[in-house]
């Protein structure tokens, strides 16, 4: 979106608030959006599928998650960017990787794009430059806020550069990355970067109480104000680096089902290494879900309850091997982050609010890019008048509108044109379809039906080669039209180079296939 369409755009807004399409008796609602780090669509003991028994990790306990659920909607296909960084900018800006280019976040050293093709440069097919800052001329969820009436918020982990104040936000922490997040830091002995077992005076483990704290703050001044407000609480948790308070990582360390894992792989509860131990990474979910449950009962008391809606979701998919502490649980999806197969991109969702049926599920698909244009209808103003948008608002639907065939076949897309422990390749999800394209192997067409093939095993391409050649040619299409930077084949590449690189194995592992796949070990 241009400068003058932006200005466009918060015109019409305010005119609209001004002519009462926000009606002077309706009080607008408020937002808060639960932003988790790297937790998988079974990473928690709340399925978002009860016909899987592995759609959930039942050793945990997290009862306000389980508690929302009840009381809001659950989605079934809920999905995200493979990578943290481009997911959170596709919330703000309500579109896709592809158009904003937005497409990995690295290290750019300041620059303006991410470039790692001399990096690659002997691999099979030339990657893209990424852009490393949200384009200036974008509208975000607090710019299309503001016009309505909102003050904003955003509490946490940033990770996309840049400062949040310049999108909108009143009360930020910066521009923040994964680092804030890694506390430990502080509580390791001379030459060691983080002590090998958790310290008995951790307080703040990921700074998931005083985020916490602070969001709880703005919400109280808000609501003193009578001022409605958009807060992003973005959580440091569950990304690598496992914290958890002390007494917590007890609790769990003394489950059966640790207990065995300790046996079983010669370890000692009292002197297991911190990243090592199953029992911190559990701790630290019952954690989250704690000031999680601090939100949810803040929101309660400061009375505004029947007016908020919360959103929690995580940004991107995972794969978390605490899962097998169940040795009758295995994987439900194939890859993990970094990857466009549904172990990447699927990712746990639940919506509490004002006319959303308690207990209920919704099936369709939807997609973090839906966010933005969702805000805006839920804060009375016109989702249609943003531009340059890929998102569509899924209001009416949580509402209990029926999805229609435009909305449940629509084409999502997800756009991964990159190396580091990946590759370059792109899918598309229409309905059941799912569609990926793997740059190096652009003879390989690949087409998955998700109803049945949830693990994305059995490639049926060649018994649909007409609706994969239909789904191809859109998303190609698409691509074009938004200007996506697509991999070219590498006229210099050399195949022992390849093949020495570490990731080389998962990569041909993980790649293009015909026929079917075999099922990895920790694979349902």
């Known amino acids: 979106m241009n400068l003058q369409h932006r200005s466009l755009y918060l015109i019409i807004s305010i005119v609209a608030f001004c002519a009462g399409d926000l009606h002077a008796d309706d009080s607008p609602p408020n937002i808060v959006l639960l932003f988790i780090d790297d937790w998988a669509w079974n990473g928690s003991p709340v399925a978002m599928d009860d016909a899987l028994a592995n759609a959930r990790m039942p050793v945990l306990e997290m009862p306000n998650i389980e508690r929302l659920a009840k009381e809001g909607m659950k989605f079934r296909n809920a999905y995200a960017s493979p990578q943290c960084s481009p997911s959170r900018v596709c919330v703000q800006t309500g579109q896709s990787s592809p158009r904003n280019g937005y497409t990995v976040y690295m290290n750019s050293r300041g620059q303006e794009y991410y470039d790692e093709s001399r990096q690659y440069a002997s691999f099979p097919v030339v990657p893209c430059v990424a852009d490393q800052t949200i384009d200036p001329d974008s509208v975000t969820i607090p710019e299309a806020l503001k016009p309505l009436g909102y003050v904003s918020a955003h509490i946490g982990k940033w990770h996309m550069r840049g400062d949040p104040g310049d999108e909108g936000y009143v009360l930020h922490d910066g521009n923040t990355d994964n680092k804030p997040g890694n506390t430990l830091g502080s509580f390791a002995k001379e030459g060691e970067k983080k002590p090998r ?4 005076n951790l307080t703040d483990p990921k700074l998931m109480f005083s985020t916490t704290e602070k969001a709880i703050g703005f919400m109280e001044e808000k609501v003193a104000a009578k ?58 979910a019952e954690d989250l879900d704690g000031r999680i449950g601090a939100v949810l009962d803040k929101i309660k008391s400061l009375g505004i309850e029947d007016n908020t809606y919360v959103v929690l979701v995580s940004d991107n998919g995972y794969r978390h091997k605490e899962l ?20 990447g991109i699927r990712v746990p969702m639940i919506v509490k609010g004002p006319g959303i049926a308690a207990g209920s599920s919704f099936r369709g698909n939807i997609v973090n890019y839906d966010f933005l244009p969702t805000f ?26 029926e999805p229609d065939d435009a909305f449940l076949q629509r084409n999502l897309y997800f756009h991964y044109p990159h190396y580091r422990s990946g590759m370059p390749h792109s899918a598309v999800v229409s309905g059941d379809l799912k569609l990926l394209h793997f740059y190096d192997s652009p003879n390989t067409p690949m087409l998955f039906d998700l109803s049945t093939d949830m693990g994305e095993v059995t490639n049926i391409a060649g018994q649909l080669p007409d609706r994969h050649k239909e789904m191809y040619r859109e998303m190609m299409d698409y691509f074009e039209s938004v200007d996506a930077r697509i991999p070219k084949m590498n006229p210099d590449f050399d195949p022992s180079v390849y093949e020495a690189n570490q990731d080389y194995a998962k990569r041909k592992k993980w790649g293009a296939f015909d026929g079917s796949r075999p099922l990895e070990d920790d694979e349902k």
């Open 324 to 343: 097998h502490l169940d040795p009758e649980l295995k994987q439900p999806h194939h890859g993990a982050k970094w990857w466009v197969w549904q172990g």
């Open 376 to 401: 805006v209808d839920w804060a009375g103003g016109n989702p249609d008048t943003l531009e340059d948008i890929d998102g569509v608002s899924l209001a009416g639907y949580m509402s209990g509108k």
């Open 227 to 284: 001022i409605p407000f958009y807060l992003q609480i973005s959580h440091y948790a569950m990304h690598a680096g496992s914290e958890c308070l002390p007494a917590t990582r007890e609790k769990y360390a003394n489950h059966p089902l640790v207990q065995a894992w300790y046996k079983a792989n010669s370890k000692d509860k009292d002197t297991v290494r911190l990243g090592d131990d199953p029992a911190v990474w559990l701790g630290m």
């Open 197 to 200: 077992r958790l310290p008995h």
